[in-house]
Nanobody, 119 residues
Framework: QVQLVESGGGLVQCGGSLRLPCAASARTFSSYSMGWFRQALGKEREFVERISRCSDSTDYLASVKGRFTISRDNTKNTLYLQMNSLKPEEAAVYYC????????????WGQGTQVTVST
């Protein structure tokens, strides 16, 4: 079992950047594939990016291509989401998630961190 804690959220101006870390409790962090999701107020949760156990494979939502980057440091049990050129419509609660599968089927979720983008 793994516990996930996101941080790094806050208020940023449109066009600005934020880096979200997600700290994992498990010593076996490297055995989980990881993902980032977001949920805006009144909308369904949507997938943002994912990364494989050894960072050899990533996948992303088309609208964030070239602006968001997912990464992980297995020595620090931490997942990251670097977000650049943020848009107002990307304001949401951002969640990290862990999966025991190579792709999808996320078993564990963090509590989320709020990202607000001002116009």
């Amino acid at each position: 079992q793994v516990q996930l804690v996101e941080s790094g959220g806050g208020l940023v101006q449109c066009g600005g950047s934020l880096r979200l870390p997600c700290a994992a409790s498990a010593r076996t962090f490297s055995s989980y594939s990881m993902g980032w999701f977001r949920q805006a107020l009144g909308k369904e949760r949507e997938f943002v990016e994912r990364i494989s156990r050894c960072s050899d494979s990533t996948d992303y939502l088309a609208s964030v291509k070239g602006r968001f980057t997912i990464s992980r440091d297995n020595t620090k049990n931490t997942l990251y989401l670097q977000m650049n050129s943020l848009k107002p419509e990307e304001a949401a609660v951002y969640y990290c998630a862990a999966s025991t599968f190579y792709y999808g089927n996320y078993n564990y979720w963090g509590q989320g961190t709020q990202v607000t983008v001002s116009t």
